[in-house]
């Protein structure tokens, strides 16, 4: 009965180097979104993909960011040459399918520190 | 591009007491979720509602879909300690391929 699953819960990273969020969605759910919260702040959705495929990257920064979510394995969020702007908690959700009535349930995200 | 408008930002309350928040926006929304979130941990889906006028019941919570599809309340009856946290609203909105857009938060904490 395993919710979404993020790892790691903490990642701490020097400026430059690359961060990999990992995301595992619930049993049966073949769609993934990701979204990015900052200290006192609601959450800012950043991507949304279904399986080898991306749907809508409209909240991804347009450098160093991108994602994935292959045909097996978990989804994964890339940050490339992070910087200290990058610190946040990065949450994923799933949802069965995409479309209105399927509500998504989050895992509890990986907090991610830049040095 | 959409936003939500969520009241009031914080709130102390006597265990006991009933609570009330809500969201309103510019634009119609198809959807209005309600979630909390536990210091360190992800949001908890509370209510979803679907259908403008819709009146939903979780427990001691109720939220509604307006009518107007432009604002969404959640009200907690007889509050207790472990109500403690950051409630959330959420929704989608016309022309969304599923992304949620969310509210600031109402973070409600709870006098013993």
Redesign the interface.
Same mark, same amino acid.
């Given at each position: 009965n395993a919710g979404?699953m +993020?790892n790691p819960r903490h990642l701490v990273r020097r400026r430059g180097q690359e961060a990999r969020l990992r995301c595992s969605p619930m049993k049966g759910h073949s769609?993934v979104?990701w /979204?990015r919260q900052l200290p006192?702040?609601?959450?800012? =959705?950043m991507v /949304?993909l279904q399986k080898e495929n991306i749907? $809508?990257e #409209?909240?991804m920064p347009k450098e160093r960011f991108s994602a994935e979510f292959p045909k097996e394995g978990p989804s994964i969020l890339r940050i490339q040459q992070v910087v200290r702007g990058d610190s946040a908690a990065y =949450?994923c959700?799933s #949802?069965p399918w995409? +479309?209105?009535?399927q509500? +998504?349930?989050?895992? $509890?995200?990986t907090r991610l520190s830049i040095l | 591009g959409q936003q939500l408008n969520q009241s009031p930002q914080s709130m102390f309350i006597q265990e006991g007491e009933d609570v009330s928040m809500n969201c309103t926006s510019s634009s119609i929304f198809n959807t209005w979720l309600w979630y909390k979130q536990d210091p360190g941990e992800g949001p908890v889906l509370l209510i979803a509602l679907y259908k403008a006028g819709e009146l939903t019941s979780n427990g001691r919570l109720t939220a509604q879909f307006g009518i107007t599809r432009k604002d969404s309340f959640l009200n907690i009856s007889a509050s207790i300690p472990s109500d403690v946290g950051i409630y959330f609203c959420a929704g989608q909105g016309q022309g969304s391929q599923g992304n949620l857009i969310f509210g600031k938060g109402t973070k409600l904490s709870v006098k013993p």
């Open positions: 979404v +993020q769609h979104y /979204y006192e702040e609601g959450l800012k =959705f /949304y749907i $809508d #409209s909240g =949450f959700a #949802s995409g +479309q209105r009535n509500p +998504q349930h989050f895992g $509890d995200g | -």
